[in-house]
């Protein structure tokens, strides 16, 4: 079968190259026509997220056909890896590098999908970035039909456990867990003054957490003060520019930063600063941005307990635990529906239709029937 991932994730590669190996959408807007007419690669999907950068795509030839030969395979392949290291100005990506291939493509996508493939089991954001992705490929004219039934098919999958498990109970997000550590630290969370720096998903998605838990102050710090204006009143909470936000920080208990930076917007020089002015009070930091907010040496400053998004591990286990039963159910979902996709291939390849039985679901407006032909 000719689709082909090639990837790095949180299974694979700490926060610290993570974080540089990173598109945003309009990067990829920008960059993918160019480099795709350089390979030899037919049609393409690139998924950025906080955990993981990976490149889908089939191998350029004017016909499908059941089975690729390795020689193409290592083609694409090859061209996967140069064009990361190339973009990133690295030479040492590839002993990072996962690389999947036919039936083994199709089922990582429709887990990544359903958020099994995920740093916590179960999140919903997952789902938006797989569809925003494939929509840009699409818009930019990088899909055809296999890529398109590809990706229509893995966020039905994403739906489909999400509605037929209870995978997605409990810890649904990296947002939610940094506000479950915060708690674990602190207990009762209503006594605790609490920043967040940054107005994006994540921010948002902390923050409502964070006021369900009443805490004492919240606080919304960013650079563009409209959008921590709009945030904050959604929270109820005080917003702040950005230079102030770094001000409240003499006097927070919990500083949560989802900065949108190419660089950390706290420095070791800075923390020492504001410690001084804190007087070397305690300081919780629960950073989880992609790329760091903060500088890891911080960590080192007396009193200061910095969390980034790899630290949330032992919270991430028992959230996995606790799922085990729900886990087989959704994996034996992704297997069935993986195998459903396969048959389609071959249909394709030999010219012959074939019907995805998948009942009724309604997507943006448009419901599938019981069985539809690709």
């Known amino acids: 079968m000719s689709l082909i991932v090639v990837g790095i994730s949180h299974k694979t590669a700490p926060v610290e190259l993570r974080e540089k190996i990173f598109f945003n959408l309009k990067d990829l807007e920008l960059l993918l026509p160019q480099a ?30 059941a089975t690729l030969d390795e020689q193409n395979v290592l083609s694409a392949q090859r061209w996967c890896a140069h064009f990361l ?20 493509a199709v089922a990582h996508l429709f887990n990544v999908a359903a958020g099994m493939d995920s740093l916590v089991l179960g999140e ?14 699409q818009k930019i004219g990088l899909t055809g039909k296999l890529m398109n039934v590809f990706f229509q098919r893995a966020l039905f999958v994403g739906k489909l456990v999400r509605t037929h498990t209870f995978i997605a109970q409990g810890a649904l997000s990296t947002g939610n867990v940094a506000v479950s550590l915060a708690e674990k630290i602190f207990g009762d969370l209503s006594e ?27 606080f919304v710090a960013n ?5 921590a204006e709009s945030l904050a009143q959604k929270l109820n909470a005080r917003p702040l520019t950005l230079e102030e936000g770094f001000k409240k920080m003499t006097v927070a208990d919990i500083v949560i930063t989802s900065l949108s930076v190419d660089k950390p917007a706290l420095t070791y020089e800075q923390m020492q600063i ?27 400053l ?73």
Request: aromatic share 8%; proline share 1%.
């Open 192 to 218: 605790s003054a609490v920043l967040i720096l940054g107005a994006g998903k994540m921010a948002e998605i902390s923050g409502r957490y964070l006021a369900n838990k009443k805490v004492r102050e919240l």
């Open 124 to 137: 919903n954001e997952i789902l938006k970035q797989v569809k925003e992705a494939y929509q840009l490929a």
């Open 85 to 104: 290291n190339l973009r990133f100005g690295r030479d040492d990506l590839e002993k990072y590098l996962y690389v999947k291939t036919g039936q083994e």
């Open 274 to 300: 504001i410690m001084q002015d804190r007087r070397n009070r305690s300081l919780f930091i629960i950073d989880i941005g992609v790329p760091r907010n903060v500088e890891e040496s911080a960590h080192r």
């Open 36 to 65: 795709k007419t350089k390979s030899p690669i037919n049609e393409l999907v690139a998924l950025s997220t906080c955990n993981r950068t990976e490149l889908y795509c089939s191998e350029n030839r004017s016909t499908l056909a």
């Open 302 to 374: 007396d009193n200061v307990y910095l969390y980034n998004i790899d630290d949330l591990g032992a919270i991430v286990t028992e959230n996995l635990n606790s799922r085990k039963l729900e886990l087989d159910k959704a994996q034996q979902m992704v297997w069935s529906k993986t195998q459903e996709f396969v048959q389609w291939y071959e249909a394709l390849a030999q010219g012959r239709e074939f019907s995805f039985k998948h009942g009724r679901q309604k997507e943006d407006g448009v419901t599938f029937q019981e069985e539809s032909n690709a």
């Open 223 to 227: 650079r563009t003060f409209a959008n």
